[in-house]
Nanobody, 120 residues
């Protein structure tokens, strides 16, 4: 089993920045894709950004130009740098990993979520 542990959420003013981190651990043979989703109150969970093991990134249109996803394969960690934050970015942010276990089984794992609140 793989586990994902997030950190870095909090309260920030509009226009501010935050950096989220997510470290993967456990019986992992390969991390195929890691990234971030978010869920605001009363809304469905939505994709924010992902990065493949080869470094290919994908972003939601609403965060392009403001958020940057990056990864450290050696540390099995994915980061989300969030700049120019807006109130509509307020949500619980979930780390996501599509991985291959040491038993060569594909697994999709989720972190426990970290709250990001953008408010003055």
């Amino acid at each position: 089993q793989a586990q994902l542990v997030e950190s870095g959420g909090g309260l920030v003013q509009p226009g501010g920045s935050l950096r989220l981190s997510c470290a993967a651990s456990g019986s992992i043979a390969r991390l195929n894709v890691m990234g971030w989703y978010r869920q605001a109150p009363g809304k469905q969970r939505e994709l924010v950004a992902t990065i493949t093991s080869g470094g290919t990134t994908d972003y939601a249109d609403s965060v392009k130009g403001r958020f940057t996803v990056s990864g450290d394969n050696a540390k099995r960690t994915v980061y989300l740098q969030m700049n120019s934050l807006k109130s509509e970015d307020t949500a619980v942010y979930y780390c996501y990993a599509d991985l291959l276990t040491t038993l060569l089984r594909r697994q999709v794992s989720w972190g426990q979520g970290t709250q990001v609140t953008v408010s003055s």
